[in-house]
């Protein structure tokens, strides 16, 4: 699947549309006609005939994590992850029933557990590279999400929390237009070193690798199991021992 931005928020429209005409939020499930909702199920039936119908499920799996993969260079009101999962739940038991006839929604079931749901972004061409990845929790109103920033040979950002000077430091925060979700904690790392600037004022820093931890909790006790994903903005400002780029902001919503 490409990772070309005008690609990918149309197929995010397609798969918006797939689950507006076909999703059923209160069963988790899909439905062969669209809308109303009243044909039959993507399930297998009793009726041996009908058993392929499960292969569009497994081709919607196959996309929603995929797109879940890329979600941090779209803007998508849907949280895929979150989807797919009640997807697979909710085809579980039809699976069960004649294992040997859907060896396609096998190998999706297999590899649910193994995908790599790290979000990746790249600043400044590539001096810096931002990986996010959401931890498990079981408790669904609550988020955990580790950030791993590794920064090229001699080439550094201003910690977090320095405040003054003409630099800006890492910070991270939820989106401005965040509706869900609330920051509850962010865990920032041991500053790397501590540089002398022009004015010869001492500047702490990160350089090379480096995480940073955060806990986010869904506001008010909402609960929308679909759109559950959460816009978060990091800023940062990449410099070295002759200049600083311009200051930055890379979102993720996860």
């Not at 197929?11 to 076909?22: H, R, T, V």
């Not at 979700?181 to 004015?199: E, G």
């Not at 400002?237 to 996860?254: A, H, T, V, W």
Request: hydrophobic share 35%; glycine share 6%.
């Amino acid at each position: 699947m490409t990772s070309k931005q005008a690609y990918l928020e149309q197929a995010n429209l397609l798969m918006q549309k797939c689950l507006e005409e076909f999703w059923d939020a209160q069963k988790g499930t899909l439905y062969l006609s669209p809308s109303n909702q009243v044909g039959p199920q993507l399930t297998r039936s009793l009726s041996a005939t009908d058993g392929a119908i499960l292969s569009p499920v497994s081709t919607t799996l196959s996309c929603l994590y995929k797109l879940h993969n890329r979600s941090a260079l779209f803007e998508s009101e849907f949280d895929y992850k979150t989807v797919a999962s009640r997807l697979l739940d909710g085809v579980a038991g039809d699976v069960n029933d004649n294992t040997m006839s859907h060896t396609s929604i096998l190998r999706q079931i297999d590899s649910a557990g193994k995908e790599d749901f790290s979000l990746v972004q790249y600043v400044d061409k590539g001096l810096a590279k931002i990986t996010a990845q959401l931890c498990e929790s079981e408790d669904s109103s609550l988020k955990s999400v580790r950030f791993e920033f590794k920064i090229s040979a001699g080439w550094h950002v201003t910690a977090a929390g320095v405040n003054g000077g003409s630099y800006s430091a890492l910070s991270l925060d939820v989106g401005a237009d965040e509706l869900e979700w609330q920051m509850l904690s962010a865990d920032y790392p041991n500053v790397s070193k501590v540089m002398n600037d022009l004015d010869n004022s001492a500047v702490r820093v990160y350089d090379d690798t480096f995480r940073l931890e955060a806990k986010l909790q869904r506001k008010n006790g909402r609960e929308d199991s679909v759109c559950s994903g959460a816009s978060l903005i990091i800023s940062l400002q990449l410099c070295n021992d002759q200049e600083c780029l311009l200051p930055c902001k890379i979102s993720f919503r996860i």
